[in-house]
């Protein structure tokens, strides 16, 4: 029998943005502050926003899929040498073109979507608001209405 394959330690802010912040030989240290105790220390940019898989889904039949973090990887991927440009940029407004800002906006709401605070308050909002159309939420069996109008 095979051992589970060991966690993979993934960010949920990427690494190459937290170096954008950084400071050191290569920019792999941040200054990160604790919340709880209101503290500021110096961190790896390895071991900042970041869990152990966190983008893993582990299916009872068919094991771990990792494919979501593949996923934001290959938009990462895409966007890194236009985030870098921008944060190379003096003040002031560009023009871009609509392929160009499509990566862009992809990249700030896939940003926004996979933080803990963004994925708990998505959670919260399904819980107590819910929707108000069963038939377009899926929640009717389209058998059993077979005969009636919907």
Not at 99 to 113: G, K, N, Q, Y
């Amino acid at each position: 029998m095979t051992a589970p394959p060991k966690p993979e330690n993934q960010h949920y802010i990427p690494k190459l943005m937290l170096r954008l912040f950084g400071h050191g030989d290569g920019k792999d240290l941040i200054w990160a502050h604790d919340k709880t105790t209101d503290c500021l220390t110096k961190r790896s940019v390895n071991r900042s926003a970041s869990a152990p898989d966190y983008y893993a889904v582990n299916y009872p039949d068919l094991g771990r899929d990792v494919e979501l973090e593949r996923v934001f990887g290959r938009l990462e991927t895409i966007s890194a040498p236009l985030i870098k440009w921008m944060g190379a940029l003096a003040p002031g407004p560009y023009e871009l073109d609509a392929a160009t800002r499509d990566v862009i906006a992809s990249w700030l709401a896939l940003s926004h979507a996979r933080v803990p605070a963004s994925i708990d308050q998505t959670f919260a909002l399904a819980a107590v608001r819910p929707c108000p159309d069963a038939h377009r939420c899926g929640r009717v069996d389209p058998v059993s209405q077979i005969g009636e109008e919907v």
